[in-house]
């Protein structure tokens, strides 16, 4: 049992990484992803990796985890089950009126997300708990009858159940349950707000119950087919799937909140690039993960990634504690286009897997990845050491075809797609950075995904950092990640109380509260006690402010004596956020979040030794590179990352080629491999650095 395996499926590729505990090996294959039935896919890519490392079985493998977006891709495309909603009388129109923002003001002709539940399936009961606590109206147990039988009649197998104040006083929706079971059947799938969110802010609290309940079915029906599949493998393991906030769970317990499953396939990229940018003394980093169909980008910090409670998907807010990662449609397989006014643009519709970029000798319109191969910055007859053979000729014709509309030759079209790209990445990691009030040039940029470490240094350039580090399988990283992260869950309740001494106990009662549900979770989970970790944080705002900043707590116990440190803390993130504090003020304390850690043995990567080979023996040929950095067409030397050793530096420009990805090393630009065999881009001609850390090479 000395196997573990972590399985990241994307939009174009199915990654899948095992480690083996005896000999700390990484081995590592790449499939094509199955749209149709992602499941197929993932058993198809185990029992290749356990035959690539020596024909072992299913049955030795001591861990699995999967990072999945099934749950994404049935909300962005409309593929849930149908949907019915009970709230409180006078507010089943709530999930269309929304907030009264308008995000696009001067947009005429803007649309509202259709509402995932239909409004002849929204139904209201009699029932009223006041803003303190106090029930003013009992629940109507024959109003939720009639509710049962229109939603049985209908057919409808899913509902999602949100009451006012319910975060307040859950047993309304927790009777409400009983009755849809008695009514309905024990199968009917039912979300109680209480549960999914128990936070106020009564349209978001309704919008995540409802994207839980749509989701939820397809989650549950997919996640438990695989478990079926692994079983018939003979998988002799509890299998687990990321959260978005970066820890995983058992799929039993997954398939109950789906809605937390939102950035599963991202988040655990973020927690393995942070674990090993720390462990080679890079703390502070960006990571940027890019993939065949999108780029996600978020921001680590002493090690740490950020965390936010919520996001907008798709115009829908989902609120749940997840790692801050910002996502463009930017990938490999992003198509180019032309605009209505001859602009040259780069996705966000991408080539897929199915028919890909036109290299793979299906498609025909020009992608990124067809781009690279333009510019030999990929190898122009075959990826992935050769397992998959491509069609340089074809990426050529596709992007002739955009050249003659924009009346350039066909190396400075594919340059300008590199462009565009870049530019896009660069907006998405400035939303996480400098909107967030921090310096992007302070950090390391970590390049992930296949097509990560191809764009890394022109990223670099764009946004003045100095330093990249490049991990040592940036193909696979989210799925190694799934090897590198442990076990999470989070508790969260609103209570608003001012943060004084007068309401010191009320604030730690709810902590305390909290406490004890991430107790009986460790417990659930088997969790021992010396593997047990609690966060404890407080959102806190100003009184009369309308929105919260978190703050972490130094203990889980707040005291008189703590408060002025836990003040003080909030008026340095106040400051850094909106430019000003106000010392003095009344602060309140919201919503109150504990989150339970359990530790998991993880991947460890241990320290390696240089054998005192000069470079010249990862050197596998020679390319001639076609970008704008170079003059001309410069034939650059072309290493194989597998046979790089500590030590070895190689100055730009070069490639460095290896099965997962390519790194492109441009002009002026010094790599240096390190004892973990990271490599250590020090860029040429960044902005100047900022006076906080300088550059970090």
């Keep these: ?234 998988l002799g393991v509890v299998p687990h799937v990321t959260q978005s906030n970066g820890g995983i769970i058992p799929f039993e317990a997954a398939e109950q909140f789906p809605v937390r499953m939102v950035l599963s396939g991202p988040s655990t990229g973020v927690v393995g690039a942070a674990g090993i940018a ?141 462009r565009v790209v870049v530019a896009n990445m660069a907006r998405a990691i400035r939303v996480i950075s400098v909107q967030r009030g921090y310096d992007p040039r302070d950090y390391t940029l970590v390049p992930f995904g296949g097509a990560g470490p191809l764009h890394a240094s022109w990223l670099a350039r764009e946004l003045g950092i100095s330093t990249i580090l490049v991990p040592p399988t940036p193909g696979a990283q989210s799925a190694l990640g799934l090897l590198m992260t442990d076990v999470r869950a989070d508790f969260t309740r609103t209570a608003i109380r001012r943060f004084d001494a007068a309401h010191v106990a009320d604030i730690r009662q709810v902590l305390v509260e909290l406490t004890e549900q991430a107790t009986e979770w460790f417990a659930d989970e088997d969790i021992p006690e010396e593997r047990r970790h609690l966060g404890y944080a407080i959102e806190m705002r100003y009184v009369g402010q309308n929105y919260e900043l978190p703050v972490t707590l130094p203990a889980g116990d707040l005291t008189e004596d703590s408060l002025p440190e836990v003040l003080a803390r909030f008026a340095v993130e106040h400051e850094r956020l909106y430019g000003y504090s106000a010392p003095g003020d009344p602060v309140e304390a919201v919503t109150y979040r504990v989150q339970g850690i359990g530790d998991v043995p993880t991947a460890e990567l241990a320290a390696k030794t240089t054998d005192g080979s000069p470079v010249d023996v990862a050197l596998i040929g020679q390319r001639d590179l076609r970008v704008a950095e170079v003059d001309g067409s410069a034939v650059v030397p072309v290493y194989h990352r597998s046979k790089l050793q500590p030590g070895h530096r190689i100055d730009g420009p070069a490639l460095i080629e290896q099965m997962d990805t390519t790194t492109v090393v441009l002009p002026g630009d010094r790599v240096v491999v390190d004892e973990h065999l990271n490599l250590i881009v020090s860029v040429a001609n960044g902005l100047v650095a900022s006076s906080r850390n300088g550059a970090q090479g």
């Design 1 to 234: 049992m000395s196997l573990r395996i972590g399985v990241d499926t994307g939009g174009t590729f199915t990654d899948v990484v095992a480690y083996d505990d005896e000999t700390g090996a990484i081995h590592v294959r790449k499939v094509s992803s199955t749209r149709d039935d992602p499941g197929r896919a993932i058993i198809t890519g185990v029992l290749e990796i356990l035959e690539q490392i020596g024909g072992r079985t299913a049955e030795e493998v001591g861990y699995f985890a999967h990072g999945t977006t099934v749950g994404t891709n049935a909300l962005l495309t409309y593929r849930g089950v149908p949907t019915a909603v009970i709230t409180t009388r006078g507010f089943r129109d709530l999930l269309e009126l929304g907030r009264g923002r308008r995000p696009r003001l001067y947009d005429l002709q803007a649309d509202k997300p259709e509402a995932l539940a239909r409004r002849s399936a929204r139904f209201e009961v009699t029932e009223r708990v006041r803003h303190d606590g106090r029930i003013e109206t009992p629940l109507d147990e024959d109003d939720v009858r009639k509710a049962a039988a229109a939603i049985g009649a209908r057919g409808i197998r899913s509902v999602a159940v949100c009451l006012l104040y319910s975060f307040l006083r859950p047993e309304h929706e927790r009777r409400i349950r009983e009755i849809l079971h008695e009514e309905l059947g024990g199968d009917v799938f039912v979300t109680l707000s209480c549960e999914v969110l128990p936070e106020f802010r009564e349209y978001e609290r309704l919008s995540t119950t409802v994207v839980n309940a749509y989701v939820g079915p397809v989650v549950a029906d997919y996640l438990a087919a695989l478990r079926k599949r692994l079983a018939d493998i003979r």
């Design 278 to 418: 720390a462990t080679a003394g890079h703390p502070d980093i960006i990571t940027f993960d890019m993939g065949g169909t999108s780029s996600d980008v978020s921001l680590v910090q002493n090690g740490q990634p950020k965390v936010t409670k919520g996001m907008e998907l798709d115009g829908r807010p989902i609120r749940s504690p997840m790692l801050d990662i910002h996502t463009v449609g930017a990938g490999g397989g992003s198509i180019a286009w032309i605009d209505a006014g001859n602009h040259l643009k780069v996705g966000p519709a991408s080539a897929g897997s199915d028919p890909g970029p036109a290299c793979y000798g299906k498609g025909s319109e020009a992608a990124v990845t067809d781009a690279n191969v333009v510019l030999r910055t990929l190898n122009p007859e075959y990826l992935l050491d050769g397992q998959m053979r491509i069609d340089s000729s074809a990426s050529e014709k596709a992007v002739a075809a955009l050249a003659d509309r924009l009346g350039l030759d066909v190396r400075a079209a594919a340059q300008g797609i590199i």
